[in-house]
């Protein structure tokens, strides 16, 4: 096991939790106090669509305020999905920030942002860790369910496509809503979240946003069939957000989330295809026994904690930065496509494989490349530390404009004639000749991650760049790691 952070550590991140921003960020926007009842008051949307604050949405033992953005010409019968906020989050900062108004203009579906407010927790946290307002017929679960049916009402949706995503707190409890109304959700998302039914005391929230509970998959399903007893109908389709330097809630859970859902899927913990996607993505499908994706794990390298938005017009980029939405990739625009949201089924052919026998040859200020050609590619796509920086038509590029002494990692993907990327290469690395002596540094593990130098996921240690395995993340185990370029680390052990 590795070695636990100090109590005064551990008491920062169950307070970041809890909702207080995280140092180095942007102010958090403030919490809102509790609405009342009052007439909804429409502000335009994007695209023409509007937001508005709905009351009146029945019963409402959670003490949640209701609010919903619907695209002009909405359809009856359109999807319709729920958004929860983050700790010191608003339904108002998730409508501006989250991305998801984007494609409910695109594809047509009505959001719900259901909110809570201080006088339920004091940093506006939704209560996932309290089993009184977490279960089925109680609480915050049933006040959100309550919105369901209204939106169900007042815009016709479809009943069968209703999903549910949320942020941290947020995350939390949408993993309890799919456990608790497999019935009403038809799928969901937990962003920087918890497993369903992880706690059921705040008391006991710390520790499973901090370590492994140390369940089986058949126990962390267990706390998903429990939550509905006699439940026979069709699971939830599941999509999973962590960044692998989330401290907050650490990337255990994801691992957790990832055994709970395949297991109350009936489905191995093998994924059934990888690839990579930008922003230093790894999306894992899962597929169940008819080959169709029930489970996705989208791991996010370098990440931490917050939802994870790409601004920009392209189609894969939605949302704005800020506290909690961290610029690296749209995972709206993914998870709607796994739901099957832009009118297909979901992901279920990675596309083109990925190239292989990838090269890479440095020059003075250059690296050559080449690789083998792909059956059915019109052409490749190039990528050098993650970021796409050019294309080519044959099997072989050449990088220019490069730093002296730097090392850089190659990846490359091929493109069918539709114009979609397949899964990436394997990596490779080429390091430019000149530049100074490269700096050495030896410390534990704990350190190098806390230094900025390594990152952890899962209780495991990385090299910051070059994604060197290099043991258990504790004090214990010490490496040597040797800075090559900028931001990019190699295990050098006996080497300097």
Known sequence: M??????AALLTAATLALGAAAPGTAEASPAVAPVTASAASPSPGAAGGSFQQVTGFGTNPGNLAMYTYTPAGLPSGAPLVVALHGCVQSATDYYRNSGW???A??????VVFPQTGSANNS???FSWFDASKAARGVGEARSVVEMVTKAESLYGSDAHRVFVTGLSAGGGMAADLLADYPDVFAGGAIDSGLPAHCATSQAAASGCQNSDQGLTPAQWGDRVRSAYPGYTGPWPRVAIWQGTADTVVRPVNATELRDQWTNVQGIGRQPSSTR???GGTTQELYADASGKPAVALFTISGMGHGLAVHPGAGADQCGVTGAYFLDTICSAYHTAQFWGLDGGSGPTDPG?????GLTATAAAGSVALGWQAVSGAASYQVFRNGTQVGSASGTA???TGLTAGTTYSYTVAAVDASGAAGARSAAVTATTPGGGTPQCFTASNYDQVLAGRA?????LTYALGSGQSMGLWNTFVTHTLKQTGPGYYVLADGQC
Do not use: E, I, N, V
């Open 2 to 7: 590795p070695l636990r952070p100090t109590a």
């Open 101 to 103: 108004t984007k494609f």
């Open 105 to 110: 203009d695109q594809y047509g579906f009505a």
């Open 123 to 125: 940093l506006s946290c």
């Open 276 to 278: 990579s996607l930008p």
């Open 352 to 356: 083109l494989p990925a190239p292989t």
């Open 397 to 399: 590029f050449t990088d």
């Open 455 to 459: 990152t952890q996921s899962g209780g």
